[in-house]
């Protein structure tokens, strides 16, 4: 059997290259050089990451009194900001497409008329309305195939987004979650190859690439000697060999995949000075960490144990024992981008030679970098470049909340009845008597004498009266308000807010939620283009043909014309819907108007109402056929079924020319809804 199987893991012992090793130490020392400089910013990350989970601080009790009110924040931020996935539209760059034509529709029409009429009377048409209607036809051909291929983009895009694994949706809920919560997340643009198993964790299209590249480590280690043929690794070679070869159907894929990196997980160059856009970085490292049987798996290299090792429970805490077996601790892989010399490779710390040696990298985008970042509370500071969490904005609030709380049950469990009664004149009997009776009991006790008061004896203490004013909570969401822009009400129940207030409130909440759905569109509308972009470039027309269709269009485009061609944008709002019954008020009161304005198309008015009605998976083209018209003038066209009257106020044949109008009418102006007033 180890005769029949292929080597393929490289064992080879790093060679002594000085200039390699010499380019690989630098690196290795550059990055952590790096990771050391964003220490305080990751470390702040993780006791937000902490804070949020629990809701307290770590020196705060575990008995005492918690209300996790950043995370109920954290919750409704997420649902109002990621309503859904969103809906990319391919459009065309706007271009002069016309060498001749004008644009004037009458010049057109005397051009197509001269040229009928010279060809009714025999006579060859005139060369300049011949060129005239042969660059409108071109130039039309041309529009017609590129709005195909938009068509085409849009398809392939959403398909990759339903075919993610883990659940895109999921994954970009998750996203939000995490900037609000660690002040940054990531998404990384990767392409899947077929067969080939990508590094990332959350970056694959479901099929077997997966298990083939364990199989073919395993069955490597096993021809090469590394495993006996009694190690669980053989039994675990056998299971899945049978179970691949009992499958009907072996699916292979090769596409766009995404990836979502943790807040923690990218080294950022320190030059960097604006995390959107990575401006003034010359390169940005994406650290994973693996054990050395993902790395045979993945890259078809044995580290063996030439490498850096880490608790396996604490990526970021070394081991220093001598103890370092190949079972034992992590190894950190930094996979490294550097736009200075335009390549990309993958080192290992503490490992002298490469994973992946410098190349082009397989996603070459037009802005290089295949990371894409979404931040929230964005500030401007010469030192450092990660803006802050709503965590870390509220933390003063719900520290002082859980005290406030804390303190009021404290109080309250110090007011409990109690009793005084001088040192020795009750016996032990007597006190147990005391505390533990019966309802209605008769009591003996044998510190009493004949004659003697129970009010001599034993004293009830009064406790301190509770001022409401000393707990009171108002004041911290009063805080939590202007900090973070979430109010009482959207916690819980309103305390002495106005109507009038709690609306105010609530629409600065809105203004502020559209604002951070217009950074997550931004970030997804240059996702979805540099995705377009990377489509173009890599997918073939079998797989797109496959996919979409054969109606598809899959012209060769070169680097530069992809890049200057054509761009994917999403729609404003697609992805949260802070404020839609506004938006609804809005589009209704000037539907009247817009419905009167000549050549106003009829798709463009569908797809505005049924944005605002988040019903933008509807498709459009095949609910609108151009030269139909609308069904209130099909049915007048078809007539009145209802049987005359000859009553003018009910047979519109008896009311005239003017029919309805004909009546007085009441002078009413239209105005917003009480309820949602006009936004500008």
Known sequence: MEEEMEKVIDRNEPDSDGAKLALISKWTKLLGEAKSHHEKAFTRM???????????????????????????????????????????????????????????????????????????????????????????????????????????LEILFHYYLDEQQPNFKRQM???????????????????????????????????????????????????????????????????????????????AREGVVFDFPRSTELIVDPNCRQLNGFVGASWVCHEMAMTTDEIKEIYE?????????????????????????????????????????????????????????????????ERFWPFFTLTFNDIEDEEEIYPISDVSLLRPMQDEYNRSREGLREH???????????????????????????????????????GESIDQLIQPMRGVPIDPSLYETNSIFEDVLRTVGTQEANLGGASGATATETSIAENSR???LASNVDDLDDMLSELARSTGQLMLLELTP?????????????????????????????????????????????????APTILQIPGISPVWFA?????????????????????????IAQNQLMGNPEPATGDPASDPSQQGGQGAANASQEQTQAGPQPAYPTVN
């Open 46 to 152: 993780r006791d937000d990451m902490d804070y949020a989970l629990t809701g307290k601080n770590k020196n705060w009790d575990d008995n005492k009194y918690v209300a996790n009110i950043i995370q109920r924040h954290i919750n409704q931020s997420v649902a109002s900001l990621y309503a859904k996935n969103p809906r990319a539209v391919a459009k065309r760059r706007t271009r002069l497409e016309y060498k001749i034509w004008d644009g004037d529709q009458n010049s057109l029409m005397q051009a197509s008329q001269s040229a009928m009429m010279a060809a009714e009377a025999g006579m060859p048409p005139d060369p300049n309305a011949m060129m005239l209607m042969q660059d409108v036809q071109q130039a039309k051909q041309q529009k017609d195939m590129m709005d195909k291929l938009s068509r085409t």
């Open 607 to 631: 797809k505005q109402v049924l944005e605002r009605l988040d019903e933008t998976g509807l498709d459009i083209e095949e609910a609108i056929i151009e030269g139909i018209p609308s069904m």
């Open 510 to 512: 809105s203004a502020s």
């Open 412 to 450: 309250r469990q110090a007011n409990r009845p109690k009793y005084a009664v001088a040192r020795g004149r009750l016996e032990e009997e007597d006190k147990q008597i005391l505390a533990n009776h019966p309802a209605n009991a008769i009591l003996e006790l044998n510190s009493m004498v004949a």
């Open 301 to 365: 290299k044995d580290v063996g144990k030439n490498y850096t090792h880490y608790n396996p429970d604490n990526p970021d805490q070394r081991i220093y024992s001598e103890d370092k077996s190949d079972k034992k601790g992590l190894a950190l892989v930094w996979e490294v981008w550097d736009k200075a010399t335009g390549t990309t490779f993958t080192v290992v710390d503490g490992y002298k030679n490469w994973l992946k040696e410098p190349a082009t990298p397989d996603v070459l985008l």
């Open 173 to 251: 809920k998750q996203v939000v979650r995490r900037a609000k919560v660690c002040g940054v997340a990531y998404l990384k643009l990767g392409l899947q190859r077929i067969m080939e198993k990508r590094p990332e964790i959350a970056s694959q299209i479901a099929d077997v690439a997966n298990q083939i590249a364990r199989i073919e480590a395993i069955s490597a280690d096993v021809a090469d000697g590394e495993l006996q043929e009694d190690d669980a690794k053989v039994e675990e070679l056998r299971i899945m060999m049978e179970e691949l070869q009992e499958k009907e159907l072996v699916v």
């Open 542 to 590: 079998e797989t797109v043909t496959k996919i979409v269709g054969p109606g598809s269009i899959w012209p060769e485009f070169s680097r530069e014309e992809v890049a200057e061609e054509l761009f994917l944008e999403v729609r404003v709002g697609s992805s949260g819907r802070p404020n839609k019954a506004a938006e609804l008020a809005n589009l209704e009161r000037a």
